[in-house]
Structure formats: C-alpha cells, structure tokens
T-cell receptor, first 116, second 116 residues
Framework: DTEVTQTPKHLVMGMTNKKSLKCEQH?????MYWYKQKAKKPPELMFV???????INESVPSRFSPECPNSSLLNLHLHALQPEDSALYLC???????????????FGPGTRLTVL | AQTVTQSQPEMSVQEAETVTLSCTYD???????LFWYKQPPSRQMILVIR??????QNATENRFSVNFQKAAKSFSLKISDSQLGDTAMYFC?????????????FGGGTRLMVKP
C-alpha cells in the first residue's frame, strides 16, 4: 500500500461549526504533514508530526488543531474558521524526518474545504 | 530562508514534442534535495523526479530529466515526447533538513498544457 488517503474529499462548513479532516497512511511512515493550498498557489506547510509528536507548527492560528493518535493517522480539527480559510488541505507522509532523499513526501488527494 | 522561483506561470507544448520548465532557488545550505512535483486537475500531488544536491549526475526518470546546475542554483525539468496526460501544474520544491523535520519550499508553479 503506497498511498495516503484523506477524508472527506469535500467539506462545507459554517463559521460556527466544528469539523475534522482525516489522513491515513499504511506505509510505515513516521512523519506526517499538513499543508494548505489556495487556488493557483503552491502548498504551504502548516504542521509536521514526527513519531506522533508535533515537531513543527508554522504559526498556524489556534482554530486549526492537529492531532496524531497513532503513526498511521493524522487529524486536523477545525473550529470557528473564517471564509479565508477555504482552501485545499493536503496531507503528506515520509519515512521519517532525518536527512536523506528517502524522506521524500507522498501526498494525499486533499480535502477541498469551503467555509461559509 | 530558502526561496524557489519558477519564472514561467504557463506553458504549452504540442503532443510528442519536448518542453523545458525552469526553476531557480536561493539557499546558503550545502546539502539539500530538489524535487519536481506534478499536480493534475485531479489535484493529487505526484512526485516526478528527485535530485540530491551532492550528486553531479542529472536525474532521469523515463521521459523526465533534469538539468541541475548547482553553482547557478538552477534545476530545470525536461519532458520529452509530451503526452496529453502530462497536462498539469508543475511545482519545483526544495527540501532542507533541520532537527525538527524536513521542510519543503515550493515554487509558484508552472501550468503546462499539452495540446493534441
């Protein structure tokens, strides 16, 4: 199994809603990532988890709350989002976070989020 | 901080012809990795090719090859025998390692259209 899966594919939520995005991989990777991608822009790193611990938070607002329950699963909890948070949210994984080419990142198909 | 520049926002090529996408980067690191990712309209980010900075030999993957000029900080992608399925957004990416994780910095992207 060489893929990263993300659910749901599409999500529409109001500014007062609480929702969660889910990401799963079964490649034995120990690093997982959340990216935000606005239309016609490159992905921007949000969070990095290494061995289920948060290692990088790129100054993301607290209305985004990541969680890594185990090495295969990564969640992104959403609360009180703003319309400008509408974007494609991409999850990625890599074998680890050590130096080396084998730490290339494999991406999931993304969740298209719309905040009304 | 690293920056990655893709100077061609859009390009087009006839099917079966060859096209080159340019990428330049700026870094003070000596050991790093470079990637080209493809993102078709289906939005899945797919790794096309990778290059380790300490390797002088240019990477090749079937119809895809790179011209890596380390001194000039240039990393262009050549697609030979272009196919309709090559139509996508192409992102050049720089990866550096720090103790917290591997961080990808993407260029702004080049939208490639392969015409029949």
């Amino acid at each position: 199994d060489t893929e990263v899966t993300q659910t749901p594919k599409h999500l529409v939520m109001g500014m007062t809603n609480k929702k969660s995005l889910k990401c799963e991989q079964h490649m034995g990777h120990r690093a997982m990532y959340w990216y935000k991608q606005k239309a016609k822009k490159p992905p921007e790193l949000m969070f990095v988890y290494s061995y289920e611990k948060l290692s990088i938070n790129e100054s993301v607002p607290s209305r985004f709350s990541p969680e890594c329950p185990n090495s295969s699963l990564l969640n992104l909890h959403l609360h009180a989002l703003q319309p400008e948070d509408s974007a494609l949210y991409l999850c990625a994984s890599s074998q680890g976070v050590r130096r080396g080419i084998y730490n290339e990142q494999f991406f999931g198909p993304g969740t298209r989020l719309t905040v009304l | 901080a690293q920056t990655v520049t893709q100077s061609q926002p859009e390009m087009s090529v006839q099917e079966a012809e060859t096209v080159t996408l340019s990428c330049t980067y700026d870094t003070s690191e000596s050991n790093y990795y470079l990637f080209w990712y493809k993102q078709p309209p289906s939005r899945q980010m797919i790794l096309v090719i990778r290059q380790e900075a300490y390797k002088q030999q240019n990477a090749t993957e079937n119809r895809f090859s790179v011209n890596f000029q380390k001194a000039a900080k240039s990393f262009s992608l050549k697609i030979s025998d272009s196919q309709l399925g090559d139509t996508a957004m192409y992102f050049c990416a720089f990866m550096k390692h720090n103790n917290a994780g591997n961080m990808l910095t993407f260029g702004g992207g080049t939208r490639l259209m392969v015409k029949p």
